[in-house]
């Protein structure tokens, strides 16, 4: 978790030959696909995914086709929807995805939020409490110690996943706050009213004194007192996820054909990763997957490493998670593992197209069984890549649709001199009556179109950077592209 992250999300292709090949042949058979649950499933699992989050500028006044159709042809077979409020969702959207076979995970968060404007009263009671003054700027900490906020949450998630809307459901970033740097040790919790009374509960002790040395319960003198802290935090956050899947009225029991995702974290820091993690976050994957029986779980590349520029972080930088995923494997030789990556949540460190493509290639390699990242709309590639037609399809008589790789600036493609119709090497007066941009979809409105096979030249097309999230990258324009039209 950063601030740079969390100020994101508060403001709220890759492509593969062979993915876009395959994607352009479904696309001509658009409206004979038909949404096929069993087909969403096979895709929910397995392969590269991406997570949006459709509060940004980039997806907003564009047909939800459009969007639909952008992810699809850069590949994708499956979204994880980031849902930070969940009384706020596009469940027209969802059905988007969903006609085109696209499985779409509804992605919360387990350990707080960034929005308490629809809490009840009282719901201060659920924050956790800090070892020393702290605060993560515009997100909310909630302790999974609170039974009123558990209630609140499974009560949340009935109403979110109402209808059977989400192929699964998704638990991401559950963990404690805490950090093992020095200078952020304030950012130790839950110190709570409920985790004391609940610690205390448990094991008739007060919790560690983590300032005064002189103190018999000073967390570094009284080691087991500690170790006792330690797993207490791991319970707290396992049980937490376990109620809100298997408890009475949670997701498996209101809605059993559900897919459910864990998530956690995974660093490079060195042999005792794995350790630190456990320690300070509350973190003991195989228990967490024995206890909450996932369909899946994801190891979420941690923030001092997708920090990291492009420079400093390789794109097979995972391989120095191999104690994580070995640990999972190790307790559960068959569950399904996947890899999360950050591609864009600071300037400073995004990854382009090529380092997320190698990226994705390698995970797979390396024995991952699905990959995602966050988020589509800040790559590199929506920054760096030129605009190019993936596909031409002529609607009837008069009408054209082109899709292309990503979002079309209207000014530029409203423009009919960028337009020529070609046929037999003869340049046709063919007459534009109109222009419609809709995202990544230009339709093209003649007077009449040419009978029989021809060509379509395109230039000068742009794309859109008032609509990127980071300012100060100029336009792309498209190469001179020629398409040819079956008549």
């Known amino acids: 978790m950063s601030k740079a992250f969390i100020s994101i999300l508060i403001c709220s292709c890759f492509l593969f030959s062979k993915l876009i090949a395959s994607s352009c042949k479904k696309h ?22 991406i997570q949006f989050s459709p509060g940004f500028a980039y997806y907003l006044n564009r047909s939800k086709e459009s ?22 969702v596009d469940k027209e959207l969802v059905k988007a995805f969903q006609k085109r076979n696209i499985a779409v995970w509804a992605m919360v968060l387990g350990n707080g939020t960034y929005s308490t404007d629809f809490f009840p009263k009282g719901w201060e009671k659920w924050k956790v409490k800090f070892i020393a003054p702290y605060t993560f700027e515009g997100f909310t900490f909630l302790s999974p110690f609170s039974k009123e906020y558990l209630g609140w949450k499974k009560q949340a998630l009935g109403q979110l996943l109402k209808g059977n809307l989400f192929d699964g459901i998704e638990f991401a970033e559950a ?30 002790r007060r919790i560690p004194d983590f300032f005064n040395k002189q103190s018999p319960d000073y967390f570094k003198t009284d080691t087991t007192l500690y170790n006792l802290w330690v797993n207490f935090r791991v319970d707290g956050v396992n049980s937490f996820l376990n109620e809100l899947v298997n408890g009475k009225g949670g997701v498996r029991e209101s809605f059993p054909d559900i897919f459910v995702a864990t998530w956690s974290l995974g660093i490079d820091a060195g042999p005792k990763s794995v350790d630190m993690l456990r320690e300070h976050n509350g973190l003991d994957v195989p228990k967490m997957i024995q206890l909450v029986r996932p369909d ?12 990291k520029s492009e420079v400093d972080l390789s794109y097979d930088y995972f391989k120095a998670y191999g104690p994580f995923f070995r640990e999972i494997r ?18 400073s460190m995004i990854k382009s197209g090529g380092w997320f493509k190698r990226f994705l290639a390698e995970t797979l390699n390396y024995g991952y069984s699905a990959t995602t990242a966050y988020e589509y709309n800040l790559g590199g590639y929506i920054y760096k890549d030129k605009p190019l037609a993936l596909i031409v399809k002529k609607q009837n008589k008069n009408d054209l649709m082109i899709s292309f790789n990503k979002r079309i600036d209207a000014i ?46 395109l230039k000068g097309i742009e794309d859109t950077p008032r609509l990127w999230y980071y300012k100060g990258y100029p336009a792309n324009r498209m190469d001179g592209q020629k398409m040819m039209i079956e008549g």
């Open 28 to 49: 001509n058979q658009f409206d004979k696909l038909v949404d096929d649950v069993a087909k969403r499933k096979r895709n929910a699992l397995k392969g590269p995914s």
């Open 67 to 88: 969007l639909v159709e952008e992810i699809e042809l850069a590949g994708y077979k499956t979204v994880h929807y980031f849902i930070t409020n969940e009384n706020v």
């Open 175 to 204: 963990y404690l706050p805490g950090s093992w740097e020095e200078k952020a040790k304030a950012s130790h919790g839950d110190v709570s009213e409920n985790a004391v009374a609940a610690f205390q509960q448990k094991y008739h």
């Open 296 to 307: 899946i779980h994801f190891i979420q590349t941690h923030y001092p490493d997708w920090i």
């Open 330 to 347: 190790d307790a559960n030789k068959t569950i399904p593992i996947g890899l999360q990556a950050d591609i864009g949540s600071v300037k």
């Open 412 to 457: 530029s493609a409203g423009n009919v001199t960028n337009y020529r119709f070609i046929q037999h090497g003869k340049v046709l007066m063919i007459g534009i009556k109109k222009i419609i941009t809709d995202g990544n979809r230009i339709k093209i409105i003649t007077d009449r179109l040419p009978a029989g096979n021809f060509e379509l030249e």
